[in-house]
């Protein structure tokens, strides 16, 4: 079963069920049975139909609430809840955030494309924005072939205004890190012009290594998103679908350390 914090969370965030008026049909699983099943598919990386029986629901009933459930970008939500409840403690930490991305390799659908750094294979690519602790606040998922500069805009403007333990919900990191491929002038600008400081390492002039300093934690979030098996190769061919399971990743990450 789902934990008792994170059902209370979801419970906040999924749509009720919808009514039959004309009654009959089987019974509906519970939420949290099927919320049960699909964080085990997300961790194990086994597909629907390997569900096991212990589970109640099978793997068709699992994947068509996951899919009604994406559609009503629950995942997201339930997410940005989890960021919420941090957030309110005071285990968020914006004075040093940084961005990245990590490439997997993807069967078919859309928003794939050849891995530059894979032989050209086809590929997806998932960035990512975490705190200073490394805690995933915005993501977004891209083919493979996109190159990092053009995800930073769309990550820093998706981070969701969360909750502070004092004043204003906030979504603006105090200082934002980034390798060498970020370093354009016209990013440089807008973060300038939207006064978020930024350590971005200059092409041919500066060292990673420096930098490294601080960026490891982004690393170590990537580390931590592959002990969500369903991510090591992308099977899902819609793109919605393989970021359902990314924000999935991030919501189990982020909820152990509120469990912590």
Known sequence: MAPDDLWELFERVVPPAPERPQGG????????EVLAAIIFVATSGCTWNQLPPGFGPSGVTAF???TEWSEARVWAKLHRLVLDELGARGELDWSRCAIDSVSVRALKGQLTGP????????GSKIHLLVDRNGLPMSLGVSAANLHDSQALIPLVRGTPPIRSRRGPRRRRPAKLHG???????????????????HRIARK???SSQRLGRHRWVVERTVSWLSGCRRLHRRYERKPEHFLA???IAATLICHRRITS
């Open 204 to 206: 041919g002039t500066e």
């Open 245 to 247: 399971f990314t924000a």
């Open 115 to 122: 891995n530059p750094t894979d032989r050209g294979k086809n």
């Open 64 to 66: 068509r609430r996951f």
């Open 179 to 197: 390798d060498k491929g970020y370093d354009y002038p016209h990013l440089r600008r807008w973060l300038s012009l939207r006064q978020i400081p």
């Open 25 to 32: 049909g089987r019974r509906r699983h519970g939420d949290r």
